[in-house]
C-alpha cells in the first residue's frame, strides 16, 4: 500500500517541488491514485503502514516493480463473500456515530484518515471472519461435549456422516472439524497480530520523524487550523478492537442465533431420546403404546404441515408469491387508435390493480388455509393425547354388611390404586415425549431468518388519478401509509432548543414554589443533557466522510409534492380505511358542489374576508355578558380572542374510498377559528351530561354492543329475530342550526339544570347560539358562510347532533323496548334487533321518516348485521359474533418499521387479538380471526416471533396458561370478557413533571440516561419529590409531510 498522509509532501522530485506548486486537486487525484493501488495489493505484502512514514521514496518506481507481481498473485485469490456491514460507507457510518470515539477523533486530522482507513477495511473482515468462526467453534465443542457426556450425538452430525463416502467414527469426525476451526481462528489471530503490529510500527516512526522535524516546522505550524489535531504517538489498540468488534458483533447477532437454535435443537433431540426409552420401557406392552403408534402418523403430518405453514409466513416477509399465484396476470391488448390518448394509461392501470387485488387476496386465502390445516391437525394430536388421560377412580360404596365384604372392597381399592397410580406415570412419560418432540419440530421450522421487500401484498394505496406516473420508490412510501415516520434527526436536533427551553421553565418554576433559587445544579443539568442529545441527534458533520446510500425519503417526499402539484392531484386519507387515496382536482371539484347543492348548507361570500368582523363581533358579544355579569373575568380572559392568533377555518374533504363513486366527507378544519374557544368551553361542561343522560340507548365501540347484544339474547333470542342497522344521512348538515340549539336547552330542562358550573342556561344557550350562527371558511379561494347545520370540526357540534337525535328517537326507542327489542345508537348510526317481521319493520321505518323532515333514515333489515367493527349473526336462533372487516378493507396497521417507540407496536397486536377473543363467538371464527391479524401485521413488516410474543403477552394477563383450543375458548373467552376493565389511576400533577421530546431512532437508551442524570443532580434537591414523566413526540409523518388541506 502506497498512500501519503502528509499533505505537505508530494510525489514529484525536490528538485521539481522548488520550481512548481501543485494545485490542490493534483494532489487529491494523487492520493485517489495510491489509495486504488493499494486495494490492489496482496494482504500478504510486506508491512503496509512502513510506506506513510516514508516520505522520501519514489512512489511511482514502486508502484511499477509490484504491479507484474500483483496481477499474477491476484489471480490466484479466491472470492470472498462481502458483506454490506463492512462497506467502506457502513463502516464510516459507525465511525462517526460517536463524536466521543478513538475513530473519530483519528479522523479529525487528515494526516491519519488513511491509515485509519486502510486498517479498518483491512481489519474489519479478518475479525467478521474470526467472530463468525468464533461461533461455530463454540457450537462444535459443545457437540463434542454433549457426545461424551451423555453418549449422543446431535442429528446434524449423524447426517453429515451419512454423506461421506468414507467410514470414519462420530468422534473422530467432531474432533477433525473442531482442529479445523481452531486452525482458522489461529490464521485470523496472527493476521490481527501483524495488522496491529505494523500499525505499531508506524506511529513509531511518525512519533520519531516529529521529533526530528519539529524545529524545523515552527512557523509552518503555526499557519495550520487549530481545530487540526496531530497524530499522537502512541494508540489504544484495545480500544479499537473492542469498538471494532462490538460493531461486528451486533451484525452477526443472526449467526449467534443459528448455533444457539442448533445446539439447543440438539439438546432437544438429547432430551427427546431419552423421555422416548423411558416411555418405551414403562408401556410398551401396554393399551397406550397403540396410542403412540397412532400419533406417530400424524405427528408426521403436522410437522409437514407446520414447515409448509413456516414457508408461507417467510413468503409473506419477504413478499414472494409461489408461483401459481404469481403466474396469473390480467392482460390482453388493446387498440389504442380507438381510444383517446389519456384513456389509454389508466385501462392498463386497472388491469394491474385487479391482477394485484387478485394476488393479494390469494395469498392471503392460502395463507388462512394453511394455517386451519395445521391447526386442525394440531387439534387433533391434542385431542388424543387427552384421551390417553387416566380417567378418576369411581368412588366407592363404603356402605358393607360384614367384615370379609369390606376387606375384599380394600384390596381391591389398593389394587385401583396402583393401577391408577401406573396408568398416570405411564401418560405423563408419553405426555413428555410428544411435547419434547413437537418442541424440536418447532424449532426445525423456526430456524431461518426475517426479511422485506417491495410487491403486490401489504397495504394498498386507492388510486383515482391514473394519469400521474409512480416509480417504484413514490408507490412503495405511499404504501407505508399516512402514519409512517421516517428517522429524521434533523427535526429533532432543529426542535431540541425549545424542548430544552421549556424543560428549563418547568424547573426553575417548580424550584421557586419550594422558595428556592434553582441556582448551579440546574445550569449543570441543562448543559450536560444537551451534550447528551446532541449524540443522540448527531449527524455528519466531517465533509470526508461519504454519505449513506439508504433511501432518501426526503427527496422522494419532495419529488411526490412536485408531480402532484404539476398534475393536479390530490392526496388525502381515505375516510375508514385510513390508507392514501390518489384523486383529481376535478373529481373533488365535482363532487363538492354536488354535495353543496344537496345540502344547501353553505352560503358563498365570494372574496370577501369575514374574518376582522368576525373578531371584532366575537370580542363584543364576550365583553357584553361580561358586563352583564353572566361571565367571570376568567372566563372572559379564557375566551376572548387577540387579533395575531385567529385564523379563518378551512373547509376540506376525506374520501369515502369504501362506498360507491367515492363520496366525500367534509371536514371544516379550524383549530384557530374565533369561535372555536367558546366551542370548546361549552363542549366540555355540556357532553358528560348528555353521556349521562343517554348511558342507556348509545354505544362508544363495539365492546359495549356486544355486552348489551348478549345479555338482551340471553332471554329473547328466537329463529325469527331480525337485525336492522339504520343510517341517518348527512345528520351534521341536515340539522337546523335553530332546532340544534333549542335541543341543548330541552336537554337541560330534561336534567333539571337551571345552571351548569356557575354558568346559567341562557348564557350557555347563547354561547352555542353564537358559534353555530358563526361558521365561516375559506375553500378554493372563496369564502363560504354555514347557513345549516353545525362544521364537523367543531367540538360543539357532536354534542348539539347527539342531543338533537335523543330527542327524535324518543319515540322510536319507546316503540322498540316495549316490544322487547334491543335499541342503541353511535352518533348517525342505529342498531336495533327485535322479533318483528321483516315486512312490519320495513313499514315502521316509512313512518319514522315522517317524525321529523331533517332526518332522513335508511334501513338494512336481515338476519345479520354489521354494526361498528361488529358481525352479528342470528343462526337458528342462536347468536354468532365475529369481528367485521369493510369490504374496503386495507390491511393496514402501523408500520413496524416507522420510527415510533417500541411500545406503541407493542399495543397493536396485543389490542387487536384482545379484540378478536371477545367478539369471535366461536373457536373457527377466532382461528380466522388470528390469522387474518397475524396476516396482516406480516404485511406490514411485524417480525413473526415479535407476534407471537404480544399474543402471549395477552394470555399471560389474564392468567392463561394453557393454550386456546376448541374444547377450552368458551370459557376462556367468559373470562376475558367479564374481566374488569383497569381504571387509570388519576396523575397527581403536584407530584408529576410531563418531559417530552423528539423521538428518532438513535434514542432507544435516552430514558435510561435520562433519569440517571436526574437522579444525578436532583436526587438530594428540594424537588426530589417530583417524578419526572418522560414522553416522546413524534418527528412529521408522511400525512403531515404530504397532505396540504388548505386552498384544496
Known amino acids: 500500500m502506497v498512500v501519503n498522509p502528509d499533505n505537505n509532501n508530494n510525489n514529484q522530485p525536490h528538485q521539481q517541488q522548488q520550481s512548481t506548486t501543485p494545485t490542490s486537486g493534483y494532489r487529491r487525484r494523487q492520493r485517489r491514485n495510491r489509495q486504488q493501488q493499494y486495494r490492489q495489493q496482496n494482504n500478504n505484502n510486506n508491512n503496509r503502514f512502513a510506506a506513510l512514514a516514508n516520505h522520501d521514496d ?52 487528515n494526516r491519519t484518515y488513511d491509515i485509519t482507513k486502510n486498517y479498518l477495511l483491512n481489519g474489519a473482515p479478518v475479525y467478521d471472519e474470526w467472530i463468525r468462526t468464533t461461533h461455530e467453534f463454540r457450537l462444535w465443542n459443545a457437540y463434542r461435549q454433549l457426545g461424551e457426556d451423555n453418549a449422543f450425538w446431535a442429528k446434524e452430525i449423524i447426517n453429515r456422516m451419512r454423506s461421506r463416502s468414507d467410514k470414519i467414527e462420530i468422534k473422530s469426525f467432531v474432533d477433525k472439524k473442531i482442529n479445523s476451526l481452531q486452525l482458522k481462528l489461529d490464521e485470523y489471530s496472527k493476521i490481527i497480530n501483524k495488522l496491529q503490529i505494523e500499525f505499531t510500527d508506524y506511529w513509531q516512526q511518525v512519533a520519531l520523524r516529529r521529533k526530528q522535524t519539529q524545529p524545523s516546522n515552527t512557523t509552518m505550524t503555526s499557519t495550520r487550523d487549530s481545530s487540526t489535531a496531530r497524530p499522537a504517538s502512541s494508540f489504544d489498540f484495545d480500544r479499537m478492537e473492542k469498538e471494532l468488534s462490538d460493531y461486528i458483533h451486533s451484525h452477526t447477532k443472526h449467526v449467534k442465533k443459528n448455533c444457539d437454535t442448533r445446539l439447543e435443537i440438539a439438546n432437544t433431540e438429547k432430551e427427546e431420546y431419552e423421555a422416548y426409552k423411558n416411555f418405551k420401557t414403562m408401556a410398551e406392552k401396554k393399551s397406550i403404546w397403540n396410542f403412540h403408534l397412532l400419533l ?34 390480467f392482460s390482453f391488448k388493446i387498440d389504442t387508435k380507438v381510444f383517446e390518448q389519456n384513456e389509454i394509461q389508466p385501462i392498463y392501470d386497472e388491469m394491474r390493480e385487479i391482477t394485484n387485488s387478485f394476488k393479494k387476496q390469494a395469498m392471503e386465502f392460502y395463507y388462512r388455509i394453511a394455517a386451519r390445516e395445521l391447526n386442525n391437525v394440531r387439534n387433533e394430536i391434542d385431542v388424543i393425547i387427552e384421551n390417553c388421560r387416566p380417567k378418576p377412580s369411581s368412588a366407592l ?20 390404586d396402583n393401577s391408577n397410580k401406573e396408568d398416570k406415570q405411564n401418560f405423563e412419560a408419553f405426555e413428555l415425549y410428544y ?26 394505496i386507492i388510486n383515482q388519478a391514473s394519469h400521474i406516473q409512480l416509480n417504484e420508490d413514490e408507490y412503495h412510501i405511499l404504501k407505508l401509509g399516512p402514519r409512517f415516520i421516517f428517522n429524521d434527526p434533523r427535526i429533532a436536533s432543529q426542535r431540541r432548543t425549545k424542548e430544552l427551553s421549556k424543560l428549563r421553565r418547568k424547573l426553575e418554576s417548580r424550584f421557586h414554589s419550594k422558595k428556592v433559587n434553582p441556582g448551579r445544579p440546574v445550569q449543570d443539568f441543562m448543559n450536560e443533557l444537551d451534550l447528551i442529545l446532541q449524540n443522540y441527534h448527531d449527524i455528519h458533520t466531517n465533509p470526508r466522510l461519504p454519505i ?47 354535495y353543496m347543492d344537496r345540502t344547501q348548507a353553505y352560503q358563498c361570500l365570494g372574496i370577501i374576508d369575514p374574518l376582522p368582523d368576525l373578531i371584532q363581533r366575537t370580542n363584543k358579544h364576550l365583553l357584553d355578558l361580561r358586563l352583564a355579569r353572566s361571565l367571570t373575568q376568567k372566563q372572559y380572559e379564557q375566551l376572548c380572542i387577540q387579533v395575531d392568533e385567529a385564523e379563518l377555518a378551512h373547509l376540506y374533504y376525506l374520501p369515502k374510498a369504501h362506498k360507491p363513486t367515492t363520496p366525500l366527507r367534509p371536514i371544516i378544519s379550524g383549530l384557530k377559528h374565533p369561535t372555536l374557544k367558546i366551542s370548546k368551553f361549552l363542549d366540555k361542561i355540556l357532553r358528560p351530561l348528555f353521556d349521562r343522560m343517554a348511558a342507556t340507548r348509545t354505544v362508544s365501540n363495539g365492546f359495549e354492543l356486544l355486552k348489551k347484544v348478549q345479555q338482551w339474547s340471553s332471554i329473547n333470542m328466537k329463529q325469527e329475530t331480525v337485525l336492522c342497522t339504520i343510517d341517518v344521512t348527512d345528520l351534521y348538515t341536515m340539522i337546523r342550526q335553530v332546532e340544534g340549539v333549542l335541543s341543548l336547552k330541552q336537554m337541560l330542562d330534561y336534567l333539571n339544570f337551571n345552571q351548569v358550573n356557575d354558568l ?29 347545520g353545525g362544521a364537523m370540526g367543531s367540538p360543539i357540534t357532536l354534542t348539539i347532533a347527539n342531543c338533537y337525535m335523543f330527542f327524535y328517537e324518543q319515540q322510536i326507542f319507546k316503540q322498540i323496548t316495549n316490544s322487547f327489542g334491543l335499541y342503541v345508537r353511535y352518533i348517525d348510526d342505529i342498531f336495533i334487533i327485535i322479533n318483528w317481521p321483516s315486512r312490519h319493520f320495513l313499514k315502521q321505518v316509512d313512518r319514522w321518516n315522517e317524525i321529523d323532515s331533517n332526518i332522513k333514515l335508511s334501513a338494512n333489515i336481515n338476519l345479520y348485521a354489521d354494526f361498528l367493527d361488529l358481525h352479528i349473526e342470528n343462526k337458528d336462533g342462536v347468536l354468532l359474533t365475529s369481528v367485521f372487516h369493510k369490504p374496503s378493507y386495507e390491511p393496514y396497521y402501523l408500520p413496524f418499521h416507522s420510527i415510533h417507540p417500541l411500545h406503541m407496536k407493542q399495543n397493536i397486536p396485543f389490542t387487536m387479538l384482545l379484540r378478536g377473543i371477545r367478539y369471535c363467538s366461536t373457536f373457527q371464527s377466532y382461528l380466522q380471526e388470528r390469522d387474518h391479524l397475524r396476516m396482516a401485521l406480516l404485511l406490514n413488516q411485524y417480525p413473526i416471533k415479535f407476534i407471537d410474543q404480544q399474543f402471549n403477552r395477552l394470555l399471560e394477563k389474564f392468567n392463561i396458561i394453557q393454550p386456546l383450543t376448541s374444547s377450552n375458548y368458551d370459557t376462556i373467552r367468559l373470562q376475558i370478557i367479564n374481566s374488569p376493565v383497569k381504571v387509570k389511576e388519576p396523575i397527581n400533577y403536584g407530584q408529576s413533571m410531563f418531559v417530552h421530546f423528539t423521538y428518532c431512532s438513535s434514542m432507544k437508551s435516552f430514558p435510561k440516561r435520562f433519569h440517571e442524570l436526574w437522579n444525578k443532580y436532583f436526587s438530594e434537591s ?21 397532505v396540504h388541506t388548505r386552498d384544496s
Open 435 to 460: 411435547k419434547l418432540s413437537m418442541k424440536r419440530h418447532q424449532l426445525q421450522a423456526e430456524q431461518s431468518s426475517v426479511g422485506n421487500s417491495h410487491g403486490p401484498l401489504g397495504p394498498n
Open 296 to 329: 406417530k402418523s400424524k405427528l408426521t403430518n403436522w410437522d409437514n404441515k407446520n414447515k409448509n405453514f413456516h414457508k408461507i409466513q417467510k413468503r409473506v416477509d419477504y413478499n414472494l408469491l409461489p408461483n401459481f399465484i404469481e403466474k396469473h396476470d
Open 760 to 788: 346559567k342556561t341562557e348564557v350557555i344557550i347563547q354561547l352555542a347560539n353564537f358559534v353555530i350562527n358563526n361558521n365561516y371558511f375559506r375553500y378554493n379561494g372563496q369564502y363560504y358562510h354555514q347557513i345549516r
Open 397 to 416: 360404596n363404603l356402605t358393607v354388611n360384614d367384615d370379609a365384604q369390606n376387606d375384599a372392597q380394600v384390596d381391591q381399592e389398593n389394587d385401583d
Open 58 to 109: 519514489d512512489d511511482n518506481n514502486n508502484n511499477n516493480n509490484n504491479k507484474t507481481k500483483l496481477s499474477s498473485k491476484n489471480k490466484q485469490q479466491k472470492k470472498k463473500k462481502s458483506y454490506f456491514y463492512l462497506s467502506h460507507d457502513q463502516l464510516w457510518k459507525h465511525v462517526d456515530k460517536d463524536r466521543t470515539s478513538e475513530f473519530y477523533k483519528l479522523l479529525q486530522d
Open 1022 to 1042: 428540594p424537588i426530589n419529590d417530583i417524578t419526572p414523566m418522560l414522553g416522546t413526540r413524534n418527528a412529521n409523518n408522511l400525512q403531515q409531510r404530504l
Open 548 to 594: 449513506s446510500k439508504n433511501r432518501n425519503y426526503r427527496r422522494i417526499v419532495k419529488r411526490l409534492k412536485h408531480k402532484f402539484r404539476l398534475s393536479n392531484v390530490i392526496l388525502r386519507k381515505t375516510d375508514k380505511s385510513k390508507v392514501f387515496h390518489l384523486g383529481t382536482l376535478e373529481h373533488y371539484q365535482q363532487r363538492s358542489d354536488e
